[in-house]
């Protein structure tokens, strides 16, 4: 590969991953063409971009990029792909029900590392927790509910409050 070819996909490598929140780092190694173009459109109806890299041209994209990534140079051995995401925990569901399947004999894709929410994963222990991450979208929901719970009893208890302080007057008025 010519230099101008390399230094084009490393600038194309730092673009992809300036435009995505999240990136996980997998081994889809062994996988036939069949596998891996299933792959992908699995990871295409997720909102997942998988992107098979060549681990010392990735290397080159983290060292350019503004986020220190040497964290994850140990985990650039083997066959290395790219899973790109706006929603954090996307790809470590997939990888999860992927691994589950029994067609899946190769038990790919491996995880190896993530890039989540500005905080570094390494190592396939963190990928249970990687799948209870929540999205911007469900924090805000969860946090508009948590907001609205007690404004909601307070109106709750006066109405029925209410009611009740209605039905003693009504009561004592008979009398």
């Known amino acids: 590969m010519k230099k ?9 490598l730092e673009s992809t991953l300036g435009e995505y929140a999240h990136f996980y780092l997998t081994d889809i190694g062994g996988m036939n063409a069949a596998q891996t173009s299933e792959l992908r459109r699995v990871c295409y109806k997720e909102g997942i971009k998988l992107v098979v890299v ?8 983290f060292e350019n990029s503004q986020v220190d990534f040497s964290e994850m140079y140990g985990t650039l051995k083997g066959e ?4 790109l995401t706006n929603n954090a ?4 569901k997939l990888i999860v029900d992927l691994s589950k399947q029994k067609s899946n004999t190769l038990k790919k894709p491996a995880f ?3 890039y989540v ?3 570094f994963y390494i190592g396939e222990n963190y990928l249970e927790a990687l799948v209870n ?7 805000i929901g969860e946090i508009i509910g948590l907001l609205q719970s007690p404004a909601k009893n307070v109106i709750s208890a006066l109405q029925s409050g209410g ?3 209605h039905g003693v007057l009504q009561t004592l008025a008979e009398r």
């Open 163 to 165: 009611n009740t302080i």
């Open 133 to 139: 991450v929540k999205s911007k979208n469900e924090l």
């Open 117 to 119: 929410q500005e905080s």
């Open 4 to 12: 101008e070819d390399k230094s084009d996909i490393i600038k194309q």
């Open 112 to 114: 190896k590392a993530a």
């Open 54 to 61: 060549k681990n010392k041209l990735l290397k080159q994209a």
């Open 89 to 92: 925990n996307a790809p470590a």
């Open 80 to 83: 290395t792909s790219l899973m």
